[in-house]
């Protein structure tokens, strides 16, 4: 794999991840915008509420019952209203925004970009050092590393308490 073909699979993958995270942050708008709406419309509905109230209901409940009564009732119904339309676009604000995408997705197909060129240059090594012994460097540079291994395994496994009493 070239380094422009790295380059450009790297830049699909992040165009990938901006790709979830715009729709993301449109999922997340979309819900401020909609309890943004039913704020409206409840703030709306006081207002015609005020108005329709004022001029048809105030004046029929003023001539049955009296003038106190008609105010009672026409500012308690759109008061109601109001707080009823407040309430639910504050409910819709409450709600949990929904989590952010992880880009497990992207990195799956990072890993597999990386793997498969490392895979096939391991393989093609591999094949083509099948008739040929490793030098002596190599071998004792082999044999340390491992003996390195047993060790560090060792000192591990069989490590002592800090708190053991030494004599």
Sequence with gaps: MS??????SLSLIFRSYLADLRQWIGQVMTGYALACAF????????LVAIGIGVAAGFHALEVRYGIWIAYAVVGGAFLFLGLVGLVAGRVLLARPAP???????QAAVLKRAIAVPVAARLIATSRSAAGTSADTTTQALAAGAALLLVGWFAATRFRRRPDAIQE
């Design 99 to 105: 989590a952010a995408p992880r880009p497990s997705r």
């Design 39 to 46: 704020m409206l419309v409840g703030a709306v509905s006081l």
């Design 3 to 8: 380094a422009h073909t790295r380059s450009s």
